[in-house]
């Protein structure tokens, strides 16, 4: 390797990809070119990064597995930044086994980040960590162990394992000021600011607050009654209801949890509920079906009592009912938390990480841009979706993802 391929290569490790280029931007060899393509990733030039991979690919020939390896390593990087989801794994799941059989261990290692950015951003948070669980305990450069440890921040989180979260980000700080990369230290902040803004909102008795993410741990493990309007279910310390798939009964939930210890009238349920105005006997009929329903799926946790106006929650051993809030509370607010990281998305990458249908979510981001709350540029299939980072729409509690388990 040349002296002027070196000192690019030490620039681009350094986080300065102009530094880079002013070394190689004139040469169309292939190493010239996969430094090109990296240093214009860096600058946020994709499109052109992409095509200076995959020239640089094609130019070292088959003879070069590990130079052709650690292009299929960045333009799964440039996948991952432009929100490709549906680039082809298996490719990086090759370059990485290609770079471990030739002892390119820091590359492979970088290959792994990805493939665990990935899984978390489309909320496969078990596969994550039985790749993280298998991994190596090898010595890491800086950079790399940054990038590591948001990883592990990313899965705690989502856990709600904020003293591992803390701990994580913590680690990553560090590393990144060892790396002395701007562009990784101001991830790293973003990340620790999103974990240190309100996570949801607490409302018990007619009062509500916001709460940090720590506090929304502690509430799951009060042994409180919790109707978790952030992932639609209700749970106390040890059992977990879901009700995702039946907005009826968490529309209904809601309301009496919300007015608890009080009762709420039948008129309230039915507009709460069934969005009625003017109830007849078919929806007073409908409401004590439903009723009934959510009587029989309660039946572990809490009674549904009538009362002479309405109905009342009655709690079967928690000392105390509440409700878990997002943030705000608005329509496609998923769509707006994923949109909030700042990157543009693609409807269909949108569709992948929300696990809706790609018309689901083209519906929604129309209203939004109706509404003004979201852009888009480029036309078909190069249309991309964006929206400047939303304080209001931390992504902790609205990402798809497991429960923590009680």
């Known amino acids: 390797m040349d002296s002027l391929i070196t000192a690019a ?60 390896a650690r292009c299929v390593v960045a333009e799964a990087e ?57 991994l190596a305990p090898i010595p890491l450069p800086p950079a790399l162990a940054a990038a590591r440890a948001l990883a592990v921040a990313g899965i705690a989180i989502r856990r709600l ?73 209700v749970r106390d310390e040890k ?35 069934f969005r009625a105005r003017h109830a007849d006997e078919s929806h007073r009929a409908r409401l004590r079906v439903e009723m009934g329903r959510l009587r029989a799926e309660l039946r572990t946790l809490a009674d549904v009592r009538a009362t002479k106006r309405g109905f009342a929650l009655v709690p079967r051993h928690a000392s105390e009912v509440v409700v878990l809030a997002p943030p705000v509370e608005e329509q496609h607010a998923a769509v707006l938390a994923f949109l ?16 809706l249908s790609p018309r689901t979510v083209q519906r929604a981001l129309e209203q939004l841009a109706a509404a003004g709350k979201v852009q888009s540029y480029g036309r078909g299939p190069a249309r991309r979706w964006m929206t400047p980072p939303v304080s209001d729409f931390p992504t902790t509690l609205l990402l798809p993802g497991p429960l923590p388990s009680g």
């Not at 004139?26 to 994709?46: F, K, S, T, V, W």
């Not at 794994?89 to 493939?115: I, V």
């Open 9 to 68: 290569a030490r620039a681009l490790a350094a986080g300065d990809p102009l530094g880079a280029l002013k070394h190689v931007a004139l040469r169309d060899d292939a190493p010239a070119l996969a430094l090109r393509g990296i240093a214009m990733a860096q600058l946020g030039e994709l499109d052109r990064a992409k095509m200076l991979l995959k020239s640089a690919a094609r130019a070292f020939g088959s003879r070069e597995a590990v130079a052709r």
């Open 340 to 355: 909030a990281d700042g990157e543009s998305w693609s409807s269909s990458a949108l569709a992948i990480a929300l696990g």
């Open 161 to 233: 394992r904020t003293g591992a979260a803390r701990a994580a980000l913590a680690e990553a700080g560090r590393a990144a000021i060892e790396a002395k990369i701007p562009a990784l230290i101001a991830e790293v902040e973003s990340a620790s600011l999103v974990f240190s803004a309100p996570a949801a909102r607490l409302v018990a008795r007619g009062d509500e607050r916001p709460l940090l993410l720590d506090e929304v741990e502690a509430l799951l493990a009060s042994g409180k009654l919790v109707v978790d309007a952030c992932r639609n279910v």
């Open 78 to 134: 440039i996948a991952l930044v432009s929100r490709e989801l549906r680039w082809p794994t298996r490719a990086l799941d090759t370059a990485r086994a290609t770079l471990e059989a030739h002892g390119d261990g820091l590359n492979a290692a970088h290959a792994r980040n990805l493939e665990l950015r990935r899984l978390l951003l489309i909320g496969r948070l078990d596969e994550a960590e039985r790749i993280l669980a298998g």
């Open 239 to 273: 059992t977990i209801v879901p009700l995702a798939t039946r907005p009826v009964l968490f529309a209904l939930l809601r309301a009496l949890a919300e007015a608890w210890p009080a009762d709420v009238s039948r008129s309230t349920l039915l507009a709460r509920a």
